[in-house]
């Protein structure tokens, strides 16, 4: 096959992407030949706010039902593939939308969402996000780890501290994830993972989806996919063929105001850091671009049958572990 058949046929599932949702990316999903995407509707909103991004979400699916559809399990992602479609996954970056009711999960859970992230890069009822010093999982947030393990909701740990990751994933009964994280064996920064914390999260039946986000690549705005595809295969070589795929993070027609929003603890509060300019590697700019990694990939030695793992397959095998299908 030749790279764009490969990209074709196969399952591609973007682990996080938190663009801004319009026809125009929905259009460049598709453009992109992207099966599934995890899509963020909830970052430092509360239940009420995050109840009126579903809806919002639900609405502009179904405005757009002849590019994208919704994802409750993995037979809607095949059904995606099957259809020439994207499914839409929700997710949360951050628990703070359970507020403090254990019943939330479940009730979000109904609302579509498969995918959350336990804290957004500081202190929740739940446990410490990666840019505070670290806690632990609270008494709280092993009720919640044990009622997302119940209805089925993954739990990401992408921007949680290394304390609070490691006992979420020893805590977890099903398998977690970082969905978009980068190697700090390539370049130190609070939001990318030891080279111990991969290994630690493969060993206990766990994932990570490979983030290309600058600011955490070793060559930052300058990077290329070729930077890109080094982190995908240096992360490969800790957790194995299995355990890995793709979390772009893509903040596709975002302005500077969406970034200042994410970057300050709370979206107001103080500041936690500040990532500059932000430009996705050359190659790799817009979703639309997707099918140049299956391409680097394959013209950097990955064979057929590990690509398909990396885009797409081990996401929808773990996911349906998750899901309880």
């Known amino acids: 096959m030749s790279p764009a058949e490969l990209h074709a046929d196969s399952i591609v599932i973007d682990g996080l992407i938190i663009a801004k949702w319009n026809r125009d990316l929905f259009e460049d999903m598709r453009k992109g030949g992207l099966t599934a995407a995890n899509c963020t509707v909830s970052v430092w909103e509360g239940f009420q706010a995050t109840v009126n991004n579903i809806v919002a979400s639900n609405n502009l699916i179904r405005e757009n039902s002849d590019l994208v559809i919704p994802v409750r399990t993995t037979a809607d992602i095949r059904k995606a593939k099957e259809q020439g479609k994207t499914g839409i996954l929700y997710g949360f970056q951050n628990a703070h939308a359970f507020e403090d009711q254990i019943g939330y999960v479940e009730v979000f859970k109904q609302l579509g969402v498969g995918i959350v992230q336990m804290c957004y890069n500081t202190q929740n009822l739940v446990g410490t996000g990666c840019y505070e010093r670290d806690g632990g999982l609270s008494g709280f947030g092993r009720e919640i780890v044990a009622e997302m393990n119940r209805v089925g909701i993954m739990c990401d740990l992408s921007h949680v501290g290394s304390k609070t990751s490691e006992e979420v994933i020893l805590e977890s009964k099903k398998p977690v994830c970082y969905s978009h994280c980068l190697p700090s064996g390539l370049k130190e920064h609070p939001r990318n993972k030891s080279d111990a914390e991969l290994k630690f999260i493969a060993d206990h039946g766990g994932f990570v989806g490979v983030t290309m986000f600058a600011p955490f690549l070793a060559k930052g705005i300058d990077s290329t996919i070729d930077d890109y595809a080094e982190a995908i295969e240096y992360v490969m070589n800790l957790v194995g ?27 107001y509060a103080r500041r936690l ?30 064979s057929e049958r590990v690509v398909r793992k990396v885009m797409g397959e081990n996401w929808v095998r773990v996911l349906k572990d998750v899901w309880g299908e």
């Open 241 to 267: 063929e299995d355990a890995i795929g793709i979390g772009t993070d893509f903040t596709q027609g975002h302005g500077q105001d969406f970034f200042e929003y994410l970057t300050h603890d709370k979206g």
């Open 273 to 302: 850091t500040n990532f500059g300019k932000i430009v996705n590697p050359l190659g790799i700019r817009t979703v639309g671009e997707f099918p140049n990694l299956t391409e680097t990939l394959l013209k950097r030695g990955m």
